[in-house]
């Protein structure tokens, strides 16, 4: 199995960025597809984006669009979130996750591994 670490969170102004990044340990990364998600405080973990094993495909949930960019970088057994333009409404607990499956998918069930998760608090 594949251990994933993410990285990079912390605290941030209204319009500014961050890039998370998941390191993966145990196994290569290129057997996976990858995801990142978040959990906001009573909110249920929502889908961000996902990137397909070699980085030839990527899907992103509506309202990340033109904001978050995914890529991978398979060398490194890493994958990364690229968070801009960042809002108060960004806040919460970021999850990057590996999915064994055929073809990208976006429903968090459909995942086999997680992170512990990074915290992003954007302030106003």
């Known amino acids: 199995q594949v251990q994933l670490v993410e990285s990079g969170g912390g605290l941030v102004q209204a319009g500014g960025s961050l890039r998370l990044s998941c390191a993966a340990s145990?196994?290569?990364?290129?057997?996976?597809?990858m995801g990142w998600f978040r959990r906001a405080p009573g909110k249920d973990r929502e889908f961000l984006a996902v990137i397909s094993k070699f980085g030839g495909s990527t899907s992103y949930a509506d309202f990340v669009k033109g904001r978050f960019t995914i890529a991978r970088d398979n060398a490194k057994n890493t994958v990364y979130l690229q968070m801009n333009n960042l809002s108060p409404e960004d806040t919460a607990v970021y999850y990057c996750?590996?999915?064994?499956?055929?073809?990208?998918?976006?429903?968090?069930?459909?995942?086999?591994?997680w992170g512990q998760g990074a915290q992003v608090t954007v302030s106003s």
């Open positions: 145990g196994r290569t990364l290129s057997i996976y597809h």
């Open positions: 996750a590996a999915d064994w499956g055929s073809s990208i998918r976006t429903r968090p069930d459909d995942y086999d591994y």
